[in-house]
């Protein structure tokens, strides 16, 4: 009778978790597909004119900011609505244009994880291929930030897999924030206000440092100057007297305020050099005031990968700094 039981339960869990959600017909996993900074958009061949690809893929493709050579926003994969089945449905970023001249009015529409988690799925439906691509350009910033956020999710929702959990709470303990921090990643050095973590590899280098200053304004100069006095003090370069520095680029670094979950604070990305040596490559970093406003927080990504691209590495250092909680 137990073994009766214990069938029935067993075949209701499946047929509830096999259920698809509402408005779809794709079964729905947990954890969505796709490489590093790749997406798919579906557009039917018939639509695919010289005028919709050079529109589209300029704001798709857009370059990556602040990366010291030229890397697309994304990895656009093309293919037809007929073709986005199963397998694309459960793609982490999805841009579509469905075409009918059924449909009454052109609309825009952003779903958040429809069939699987973390997703993105942005859908232009209209009757005029014209007007939905006036309302891909209207959306374009929108856009790309849902897509580029979702990147970051997706990345952190990894990285929370394989985390370091005696890492995080020294993190915790030292400057009061909660990062989520991987395995991979070592103690390079530690002084009273500053942590430097690395991850290094035979082809490449990423950091994380995290450091505690007086107060002082967010502004762009004083945040370059903190970081220099914080670089040249603690982080020795490959050779003697090397040490990294914020590089003197014109617009650079791009400084925004932004909030990440309850911190209010100021992002940076940018570029650093070696003093004394030929070393260089991004930064992203983001630096909030503590709550008694006597000191700043900073933590800071950065990466050193001479031979490769760098958008998914700066990406994934990325994610790292904004998961301070």
Known sequence: MKKIIYLLVAIAFLSSACKPKPGGNIQVENFSTGKAGEMILAMDTAYWSAEAQKTILAVLEQPQQALNQQ???FDVIRCS???LTTSFMRHRNIVQFDYSPNYAHNTYEV?????TSPQIHVIIKGNDPKQCLD????HQDEIIKALYDNDIARLQNAQRKLNNPALEEKVHQKFGIRLTIPDSYFVGREEPDFL??????????????IYKTPAHPLTRDSLVAAR??????????????AYPIVSEITGYPLTDSIYIHYHEGVEQRGFWESVNDKMGGPFYSFTTMTADGTSCITVDGFIYAPQEAKRNYLREVEAIVKSIN
Do not use: H
Not at 196 to 209: A, E, G, H, I, Q
């Open 81 to 83: 609505n007929k073709d």
């Open 228 to 241: 220099n006095r914080i670089t040249k003090s603690y982080i020795q370069g490959a050779v003697l007297g």
């Open 111 to 115: 779903k958040k994880d429809a069939y």
């Open 196 to 209: 430097w973590l690395c991850y290094r590899t035979p082809k490449n280098d990423r950091f994380v440092m």
């Open 135 to 138: 309302l891909f350009l209207e």
């Open 71 to 73: 890397e697309p926003m």
